[in-house]
């Protein structure tokens, strides 16, 4: 049997739907080479099941790809975690370029990678909208309409670079329910504005599990816990470093939070607080 637009066997479409054939892009490239069939198969696969990791320290043709590519096929990733790879001590250059050249070279293609995946197409006026009625698109558009449909958001930003990387986030609120973000350093600023932190993370509705990390260093001029409390749908908060918590009375506040918050881990200088609201 073949699907009733493209002529593919259902057969492969299925195979690719399993997580063992759809989880990692080298798979989806390898079948799409393999010939016209598994092509149109790769073009019409619905599977949500890409995990993507990304290091900013790789090269900046490689994220530039990535950005086209997530354009392309935005419907089909998971999630998507980033960190900066290692460098050797006394590492100042990049590629020909200042690391802190690279570093915001990369963070900004991310952002844009993110931004772009997450627009509806652009070529939804009255005739697109027709076709889309009529059932009439190619896999390939159907596959672009679904959007960015992000479970998990993983990084290792710095405070600007994370903050700015939430902001694009939202049009992926409905699907996004995992966040675990640290923030290894603050900007060059004396203090951490959690006030920018919280307005990103307000919008971010439907996370069920939230983990904030900002760092050593610097402290915080604000608090964002208002933000989370407004996260009604979230069951597992982990805040490392006791700055989160300050003034005291941010933790009553927590600790008030009606369910479905169940798990609340606070880590710091002193160790790890496990504490089960009820």
């Known amino acids: 049997m073949?699907?009733?637009?493209?002529?593919?066997?259902?057969?492969?479409?299925?195979?690719?739907?399993?997580?063992?054939?759809?989880?990692?892009?080298?798979?989806?490239?390898?079948?799409?080479?393999?010939?016209?069939?598994?092509?149109?198969?790769v073009r019409q696969c619905s599977a949500c099941n890409i995990d993507i990791e990304i290091d900013l320290h790789s090269s900046l043709l490689q994220l530039g790809s990535f950005t086209d590519w997530l354009q392309q096929h935005a419907g089909l990733v998971r999630s998507i975690s980033t960190h900066a790879s290692y460098l050797p001590h006394g590492t100042d250059v990049i590629q020909g370029l200042q690391k802190e050249v690279h570093y915001r070279t990369a963070v900004w293609l991310l952002r844009q990678a993110l931004q772009l995946a997450a627009l509806p197409p652009a070529n939804e006026g009255p005739a697109a909208l027709a076709v889309t009625a009529a059932g009439l698109q190619t896999p390939q558009q159907q596959q672009q309409q679904q959007g960015l449909r992000l479970a998990s958001f993983s990084s290792r930003l710095d405070?600007?670079?994370?903050?700015?990387?939430?902001?694009?986030?939202?049009?992926?609120?409905?699907?996004?329910?995992?966040?675990?973000?640290?923030?290894?350093q603050c900007s060059n600023?004396?203090?951490?504005?959690?006030?920018?932190?919280?307005a990103a993370l307000a919008r971010l509705s439907n996370l069920q599990h939230l983990e904030l990390d900002k760092g050593e260093g610097k402290p915080m001029k604000g608090s964002c816990i208002a933000a989370i409390k407004q996260l009604t749908r979230l069951t597992y908060l982990l805040l490392e470093s006791e700055d989160w918590l300050s003034p005291e009375a941010?933790?009553?506040?927590?600790?008030?939070?009606?369910?479905?918050?169940?798990?609340?881990?606070?880590?710091g200088h002193y160790g790890r607080c496990s504490i089960y609201p009820t």
């Open 2 to 41: 073949k699907s009733q637009l493209s002529g593919v066997p259902f057969a492969l479409v299925i195979v690719l739907e399993h997580p063992a054939a759809s989880s990692h892009p080298r798979v989806l490239c390898a079948a799409a080479r393999a010939c016209k069939a598994w092509r149109q198969a």
């Open 159 to 184: 405070e600007p670079g994370a903050i700015g990387v939430l902001a694009v986030l939202p049009a992926a609120s409905h699907s996004l329910t995992h966040l675990d973000l640290s923030m290894p």
């Open 189 to 198: 600023a004396d203090y951490m504005d959690a006030a920018a932190l919280a």
């Open 250 to 267: 941010d933790l009553r506040q927590l600790l008030a939070q009606p369910p479905p918050l169940r798990h609340l881990v606070l880590k």
